[in-house]
């Protein structure tokens, strides 16, 4: 592969526009190729550089995980269903003190509309 399409094929591959395959066959190659490994590293220096960091930018992160998803290595993040249910309990909770207020409230305590003014005639 020439210099230029080696160049070409990283960009796609950090800005993550290549196929499950062509990504594996990009990531053998990185790991055989010790020139491919300092052009990506490059890139991928500039990346941080953009979003001001020294450690993985916030794309780097994303894009991994974009990769393990393809791959199959990670599913999507689904709540467990004890957080669930938590959130639920919670709502249930809030209704059933709100009942209690409305339905225990004083008689008398419910203000009265006086013409909506505050005008006496």
């Known amino acids: 592969m020439n210099r230029g399409r ?8 950090l800005l993550g526009r ?3 395959d062509a990504r594996r066959r990009l990531h053998d190659r990185l790991r055989s190729d010790a020139e491919a490994r300092v052009v990506y590293d490059r890139a991928a220096e ?4 953009l979003e001001g960091r ?16 393809e791959d199959g290595i990670i599913a999507d993040a689904v709540a467990p269903a004890t957080q669930r249910w938590r959130g639920l309990w919670i709502l249930a909770a809030v ?4 009942a209690v207020v409305v339905i225990l409230r004083p ?14 005639t």
């Open 6 to 13: 080696m160049r070409r094929e990283l960009e796609r591959g």
């Open 54 to 69: 020294r450690e993985p930018a916030e794309y780097e992160v994303d894009l991994v995980e974009q990769w393990l998803r």
């Open 46 to 49: 500039a990346l941080r550089a």
């Open 95 to 98: 209704l059933s003190a709100a």
């Open 18 to 20: 290549l196929v499950p």
């Open 107 to 120: 008689p008398g305590s419910i203000p009265v509309d006086d013409g909506g003014f505050g005008v006496k």
